[in-house]
């Protein structure tokens, strides 16, 4: 079974698109050499080392996974950045951050707009607040393909049939806009952009399960028991799919839509 517990042994290393994903966001924050820094879902807490590069101000990451949290304090508590295990629902800071970021992460609460909200109430006043996320239903074409494989296979369609996603995804930029206007942000920019890179199918099977296996091969997120057939069928279906997803160079052109979008505290 994969969480983010599990994948947290090997989320620093397969985490590319990922880390790529967030250097919009730095363009977006402009942080500033004060600012006080907070990173929602901050997994290994690789982003914040970055931050912590750019700012004197306090640094904090939360993340509701202990294997996350636990890799994060071995690599950068001595470098005077904390980190809490605590889920973006359950935020409770007053007033406290110029800065709150969200990258790769966003999709997985449970409840946006209650995030949103304690986000707001976490800022100080014009504090900033930006995000970058997968979005919309066709979130990567890739993988979907592959999903309609283990959806189709008569090994895999059984369990797979209890299978309900936990993501929170939405089809227009105007959507994500509202949540946050909704909680009394003015927002500056709310975009999906399409992004396609090229790897290896190993390297897109690894992008795979550094953060969709942790919904798809997840058993919280199933009605039925799964097996350690099904999930190694599962496992051989996606790896197969990606096999046959390669082009003469044996690349996958692997393609994400993005929601980026800034706002800022009034
Ligand atoms: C794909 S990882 C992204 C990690 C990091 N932000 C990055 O860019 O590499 C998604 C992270 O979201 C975290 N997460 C899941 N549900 C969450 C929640 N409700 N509140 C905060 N973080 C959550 C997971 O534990 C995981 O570390």
């Known amino acids: 079974m994969s969480d983010f517990s599990e994948i947290s042994k090997q989320y620093e290393a397969d985490s590319v698109v990922q880390k790529s994903a ?15 820094v907070l990173d929602l879902g901050c997994g290994t807490g690789h982003i914040l080392k970055i931050i912590k590069e750019k700012t004197k101000g306090r640094v904090v990451g939360i993340d509701p996974s202990e294997g996350m949290i636990e890799k994060a304090r071995e690599k950068f508590s001595h470098q005077g950045i904390t980190f809490r295990v605590c889920s973006a629902e359950q935020l409770d800071y007053k007033n406290e951050f110029d800065i709150i ?16 909200a ?13 995000i970058q996320a997968p979005a919309h239903d066709n979130y990567c074409p890739n993988f979907l393909r592959a999903i309609r494989e283990v959806r189709e296979n008569k090994s895999t369609k059984d369990i797979f049939a209890g299978f309900s996603s936990p ?6 930029a105007k959507e994500y806009a509202k949540l946050f206007s909704g909680a009394g942000f003015k927002v500056k920019t709310s975009k999906i952009d399409e992004v396609t890179t090229c790897h290896s199918d190993e390297e897109t099977y690894k992008i795979f399960e550094s953060g969709a296996a942790a919904g798809y091969l997840n058993q919280a997120y199933y009605r039925t028991r799964l097996t350690k057939e099904y999930i190694d069928g599962f496992r051989s279906i996606i790896r197969s799919s990606f096999n046959h997803q390669v082009d ?13 979008l800034l706002a800022i505290k009034q």
Not at 107 to 116: E, H, L, M, N, S
Not at 118 to 130: D, E, I, Q
Not at 167 to 172: L, S
């Open 22 to 36: 967030s250097q919009i966001l730095f363009e977006l924050l402009e942080i500033q050499p004060e600012d006080d």
């Open 118 to 130: 304690a986000c707001y109430n976490s800022l100080k006043m014009n504090g900033k607040m930006a």
């Open 101 to 116: 970021l969200c990258n790769s992460a966003f999709q997985w609460f449970a409840d946006p707009a209650k995030v949103v």
């Open 248 to 260: 003469e160079e044996k690349q996958v052109r692997l393609t994400f839509y993005r929601i980026y």
């Open 167 to 172: 993501w929170f995804f939405r089809n227009t």
